[in-house]
């Protein structure tokens, strides 16, 4: 075989491997990890006994138990928590698998945040889900968790069993938050503005206001009763109207503990025969409400999720939920109001201060001008 021959083949196999190169995807999909073992074997036959899930870290303890088919929180006086996201927890420990061991050395712990959760500082949570007797159905100290940017990679995070040492790498989905606010559903209700026909508004000593909407499709509300009074404000009236617009609360109570002082009463009739009434109550600076729905279909489902609590709402909910006249009214006419008479002064009074007294010739720090010498 001569020398260019060699080249030729040479060659050819260069194009080859360049094709094959070309040819083979530059992301390969990651091992899969179906050979690792589960975290918990035979989980999911286990969990229909569940009853309370636990997540415990050094500055406090979320608790989350079951009543009938629903997942509550005993915290916020058995008020209903996300049910999707107790699935997704209780599905992604029953998938959860241990893929990689990692260190059994206790003092290494720290740096995969798997130091015991009770002690001041730690960063890591203990994850318990329990039957009706306080029985352990499976628990796990969770640690770091590793972030990775392609989105083809299952998630992972850093854990190790209770009373152990052994770290272990897992992957799978553990979306475990100890802050009770995460595990709510803060929406009250999205009613459009469109659908509001009639507000009654009682407000504790004030004189009531109506405010109605005609039938005409881009019809705005306007003040009905009192007939006689000053201009109003669009915006203003536009805020009553959107009320239920993307309701959401910053704190629940049940309606039974509800704090602060009654505000009055408003009636929202809206169109699809629905009616709600709103009660409000200021705390300090907090206002809270309680809401009840009259009506068909769409008002017992309303009332299945309202009934019985009191939420806690933006302040400036005030003045959609019972506003006063002088908060519907134009603001130019406000400020255009004769400013209050001054009150009647003596004949000879004027508004300019007394002079003030002069110190006597000989108290005066001047001193007298010297005698002049003798030419």
Do not use: C
Not at 132 to 161: C, D, F, H, K
Not at 205 to 210: D, I, K, N, T, Y
Not at 343 to 361: K, L, S
């Amino acid at each position: 075989m001569n020398r260019r021959t060699l080249l030729l083949l040479s060659g050819a196999a260069v194009v080859a491997v360049g094709g094959a190169m070309l040819l083979t995807p530059a992301d390969q999909p990651p091992p899969s990890p179906a050979g690792a073992a589960l975290a918990f074997r035979g989980l999911a036959q286990r969990l229909q006994s569940a009853a309370k899930i636990e997540a415990k870290r050094h500055d406090g303890t979320l608790e989350i138990t079951r009543r009938g088919e629903t997942w509550v929180l005993p915290a916020k006086g058995g008020y209903p928590v996300r049910q999707e996201k107790v699935r997704e927890l209780l599905t992604g420990l029953t998938e959860l698998r241990l893929t990689e061991p990692r260190t059994a050395n206790p003092e290494m712990l720290d740096r995969l945040g798997l130091e015991d959760p009770a002690r001041d500082g730690a960063t890591s949570t203990l994850l318990r889900v329990l039957d009706a007797q306080g029985g352990v159905i499976a628990e796990l100290v969770i640690g770091r968790r590793r972030v990775r940017t392609q989105g083809n990679v299952p998630e992972s995070a850093y854990v190790r069993r209770p009373g152990e040492n052994q770290a272990w790498l897992a992957e799978g989905r553990i979306p475990v938050d100890a802050d009770p606010q995460l595990w709510l559903d803060r929406d009250i209700a999205n009613l459009p503005r469109e659908r509001v026909r009639r507000v009654a508004i009682s407000r504790t000593g004030a004189p009531p206001l109506v405010l109605t909407r005609s039938a005409d499709a881009d019809a705005k509300l306007q003040l009905a009763e009192p007939a006689d009074a000053p201009p109003t404000d669009e915006t203003a009236l536009d805020e009553v109207g959107r009320a239920f617009e993307f309701l959401t609360f910053l704190d629940v109570k049940p309606e039974a503990e509800i704090p602060g002082e009654a505000l009055g009463e408003t009636r929202f009739e809206l169109s699809d025969n629905l009616a709600v009434v709103v009660r409000p109550r200021k705390d300090g600076e907090t206002i809270w409400i309680t809401l009840a729905a009259e009506g068909d279909d769409e008002a017992a489902r309303l009332n299945a999720r309202w009934r019985g609590w009191a939420y806690q709402v933006g302040q400036w909910k005030e003045k959609a939920f019972v506003p006063l006249l002088a908060e519907l009214r134009r603001q130019e006419e406000q400020r255009t109001e004769p400013a209050d008479e001054a009150p009647e002064q003596p004949a000879g009074a004027t508004d300019a201060p007394p002079p003030a007294p002069q110190a006597p010739a000989a108290a005066q720090d001047t001193p007298a001008e010297a005698p002049r010498p003798p030419q």
